[in-house]
Every structure is written in structure tokens, then in C-alpha cells.
């Protein structure tokens, strides 16, 4: 086995072992292509969320979050291109039927014709929709289809004219939603990278046309800067300018925010200039008037679209790949996520030294339910010897262990603050613990 491989299935084994990521149901043999987030994969998704909320949404006077269903009318499908357009190219073998899609075959086996699991014979290349079609209702005909959304910014063009009609905003504006999409990918790989149901957070934001590129570039910036307020690492972070031959046939412009996954360089976020495409495409299938009206220009014309968008999965699976850390600590080797505070399960953890002595679990108690209060995700944590606590904390990531001991009872000399990545000890005052900590998991 492989360096990557190595690496990757020390990182699986450890979200399934601490309660971040499990298969999908997987007391049955798993689903492909589906995972379920446990406890503390929650908590660091919702931090994820709150970080992102925090940096585009929270506080901007132009920003209006929405939450668009999920299943649409058909039409917005036909409108978008979608039904007819949004499919990858398939491969299947003759002899095992495995299927592939087209760019995961290599030159070597693609040459040859040959399927890279058997050796059986290729069938020729056809087109695969990747949308999960459904019925609504109880009739099933053509004109009850609908379809799992294979992506959230439809609901939010289809919402332009409600903001338009209920915020009354001036240009520019966005609208941003975070939520589930689903693609029936053919070859669903690499953990969370490719899967098959998944979380997006996504921003449409309208502008002038002639301001347009003032905006790219005010996103392109905020994108770096999320990037390092989630602690990826600038190193391992790319820009790719894609090329037009490239990029999708709304596109008019495209970054791809490229990182350096232990699988490979792929992509990790977008950000677009869809131009007025969408808006001028539900217009005319619907024929409802999607212009805005410039009071001050005495002008109507339909605004362009500035998209950045985020996978919240993706940015979970790099987070995970960026604080892996391996070493040694003590004489003894250590695994731990090197996770940034701010999307830390926990940003604290409480111990009594010794769990069988009620004067110090009282203690302990007294000074997490304080911490807690300010610093709602603090553990308590009584289980094993400190050593092994330690260890514990330390492979869950979280950033500061707070240990009430002998001295603290009997000598008012404060608590013992541990730093998870130096395993340095430093003796804090009581009653400056509180401020200690959040001056220190801030952010």
C-alpha cells in the first residue's frame, strides 16, 4: 500500500473510530456513494457553516439567505439545461459490467479498450444524466416528474423576483443558501470528494454588468480569506483560470480553487461569472420579467451573476486532510487533527484529574459549567487516566485541555491549560481562565 492510500485510510478509520463519518447505512453493507456525519462531523460542519456565514452573509447589509426546496417544477430543469445537457460521459464493461465514466479510464486501458478491473472489453462511450428522477403525486406521468436538485443555485434565481419584490435591494445584492444536492455520480470515490448526495454553499450575487469584474475580483479575495479562516493550508491551495473550452456554457469566466488532496490536485470550490444567462433562460420559459429596474438611472435591465460556491463536504474532507498529523510526543507516537479553532468539535476539554475524588470532580464540574456558558462547545471528559484523555482530545482536535488537580483545591494556585499541538503546560488563574481561553479559540 501506497503513501496516499496510507494516509487516506488513516483518515477514514479515524472519522469512523471518533464519531465524525460513518458509511450510509452500513449495518446493511453501505450505500455508495453516502455517508453519514456523526457527532463531532456535525459540529465541524456547522462550524464550516457558521465560519462562511460569518464572512459572506452575517452583517452584510446586501445579503439575503434563502432556503429553496428542494424538488422544483420540471421546467426549471428544461430551462437551466439540465434535462437535456447534464450528463457525463459513460463507460461500461462487456464482461464484469462495471461501469466507469470516460475521463477515469487511462490513456493505457482507454487505448486499448480494456476495463481496468478486469480486463474485459469496453462498450462504446454514451452520455448518462446525472440527475435522480421522481414522481410527485400519485399519477406517474411525464408531467409529474421531478427531479432531486443536482445543485442549489436554481432555487435561488427562480427566487429573484421574490427578493426583488419583498427586500427591495438595490444592485448590487446577493442571495446566498446552504443545502443538499444529489448526483447520481457513476463511479462515487475518494470518501467525500465524489458522492452522491451532498452539501453546497453557494452565493448569486447581481450586479451592473459593467461592474462585474470589480466583484470577481472582491470574491476571489474573500474566498482566499475564508480558505484561511477554515486553516487550509495557502500551500497546498491553487488557482486554476479555466480555460473557455472548459468551462460550463453559462460561464463566461471561471476559477477553480484547486487543493492538494493526498489523491491529488482537485478542485475544492468555484467561483463564476454566469453572466445573465440563468435570469434571461427562466424568463423566457416562464415569461415572468426577471429585470431589475434602476431607480436612480431610470433604467431596466437584466443584472449579471457573480457565483461562488463552496462544497461543504469538500471543505470538510480538506480540513481533515490538513490536520492529520502524525508524531511523536513523549517517546510515544501520536496521531491529531491540527484543526483551526474555529472549526474545532470542541474548542476546550474539562478533566478532573482524578475521577474517584468527589472534591475535584465538584471543582471540575464548577469550572466547565463557567466555561461552558461562554464557550458552548467545551467537553467534559472523566474517562481513563489524563494521559489517555489527552491522547483522545488530541485526535478529536481540540485546541486547549483544562486539568483541575490537587493544587487547585488545595492551594488556589489555578488550573493546568494544556496546548494540543506543543503538549506545553502552563498553570492559569481561576479567574482569568475564561479570558485565557477565549482570547485564545477566538475566530
Known sequence: MNKIEDKMDAIVALCKRR???????????????????????EALKWNVQSVWLRRFVWGKGNMFKVNAAILMNQKVWQASGHAAGFADPLVECKKC??????????????????????????????QFNMMFETHVGAVQDASSISYLRPETAQGMFVNFKNIL???????????????????????????????????????????????????????????NAFMSDIGLSATRIHELEVPESDRAHYSRRTIDFEYDFPFGRKELYGLAYRGDFDLKQHSEFSKVDLSYYDEEKKERFV????????????SVLAILCDAY???????DKRIYLKLHPSVAPYKVAVFPLLRNKPELVKKAEEVFA???????????????????RYRRQDEIGTPFCVTIDFETIEKGNGVTVR?????????????????????????
Not at 19 to 41: H, K, M, N
Not at 325 to 331: A, P, S
Not at 426 to 441: H, S
Open 325 to 331: 498529523t502524525e508524531d511523536d510526543m513523549g517517546g
Open 97 to 126: 459490467k462495471h461501469r466507469f465514466r470516460a475521463d477515469q479510464i487511462t490513456a493505457a486501458d482507454s487505448e486499448k479498450g480494456k476495463c481496468p478491473d478486469c480486463g474485459g472489453e469496453l462498450g462504446a462511450q454514451r
Open 370 to 388: 463557567t466555561i461552558q456558558k461562554d464557550i458552548p462547545m467545551t467537553d467534559y471528559d472523566d474517562n481513563g487516566n489524563v494521559g489517555k
Open 165 to 223: 419584490d419583498t427586500e427591495h435591494p438595490r444592485l448590487p445584492f446577493g442571495m446566498a443558501q446552504i443545502g443538499k444536492a444529489f448526483r447520481n455520480e457513476i463511479a462515487p470515490r475518494d470518501f467525500l470528494f465524489r458522492s452522491r448526495e451532498f452539501e453546497q454553499m453557494e452565493i448569486e450575487y447581481f450586479v451592473d454588468p459593467k461592474d462585474w469584474e470589480k466583484s470577481f475580483e472582491y470574491f476571489r479575495a474573500e474566498m
Open 19 to 41: 464519531g465524525f463519518v460513518f458509511q450510509g447505512s452500513e449495518i446493511y453493507g453501505g450505500l455508495a456513494g453516502t455517508w453519514d456525519y456523526g457527532p463531532l462531523g
Open 303 to 314: 443584472p449579471h451573476c457573480i457565483e461562488p460556491s463552496f462544497g461543504l463536504d469538500r
Open 419 to 443: 496546548d494540543r499541538d506543543s503538549g506545553k503546560q502552563e498553570r492559569v488563574a481561576e479567574g482569568e481562565l475564561l479570558k485565557y481561553l477565549k482570547d485564545k479559540v477566538k475566530g
